[in-house]
């Protein structure tokens, strides 16, 4: 099966919501130590953090099968961080199946990965859409009401699985017998 990526986001924002917004939210497109940060409190929510612009270039008429996510986080403080959401985006806008993950955030970047090769996240998938400048991934950290702590992710990376269309056979046939 055809994949393409796994490709960095080319962007990241805050997505300005009633819970703690993200600090250098552009910081997740190079896997670099520099961090979009977000300071919880015991009990804490973050926004919503959006990685976008990740420039696919998936072939006109092809089917998407399934993304693999890739996110690079870390925690620091006495608490705990997890997942409060991990969804895909669509056209600029959370969409399909939740895929965060209950296991806390580590104390050192490492990689955590969300979804398969045949993972459509409980959604359809155009390749107009996959290849949209707004299409993309956001995850919102909660603390586990322990203590204050600060989730930090470093970078994004999403691999798109595909199938090209089946090649059309053309048969002439025999004219005139």
């Given at each position: 099966m055809p994949s393409q990526g796994p490709l960095s986001a080319g962007a990241g924002a805050n997505i300005a919501g009633p819970n703690t917004d993200w600090a250098t939210p552009g910081n997740v497109t190079v896997s670099d130590d520099s961090r979009?940060?977000?300071?919880?409190?015991?009990?804490?929510?973050?926004?919503?953090?959006?990685?976008?612009?990740?420039?696919?270039?998936?072939?006109a008429g092809a089917t998407i099968n399934g993304f693999v996510v890739e996110i690079e986080k870390?925690?620091?403080?006495?608490?705990?961080i997890n997942d409060a959401s991990v969804f895909l985006?669509?056209?600029?806008?959370?969409?399909?199946?939740?895929?965060?993950?209950?296991?806390a955030w580590p104390a050192t970047d490492a990689f955590t990965t969300y979804g398969s090769s045949s993972d459509?996240?409980?959604?359809?998938?155009?390749?107009?859409?996959?290849?949209?400048?707004?299409?993309?991934?956001?995850?919102?950290?909660?603390?586990?009401?322990?203590?204050?702590?600060?989730?930090?992710?470093?970078?994004?990376?999403?691999?798109?699985?595909?199938?090209?269309?089946?090649?059309?056979?053309?048969?002439?046939?025999?004219?005139?017998?």
């Open positions: 979009a940060t977000a300071a919880l409190a015991i009990s804490g929510a973050s926004d919503g953090l959006q990685m976008t612009a990740f420039g696919f270039s998936i072939p870390s925690m620091t403080g006495a608490g705990t985006v669509k056209g600029g806008v959370v969409v399909g199946t939740d895929h965060g993950v209950v296991p459509l996240w409980g959604t359809t998938w155009t390749v107009a859409q996959v290849n949209a400048s707004n299409f993309g991934v956001e995850i919102a950290a909660l603390e586990a009401g322990v203590n204050t702590a600060t989730a930090r992710v470093d970078f994004g990376r999403i691999t798109v699985y595909y199938t090209l269309p089946a090649a059309r056979s053309f048969s002439p046939g025999i004219f005139g017998l």
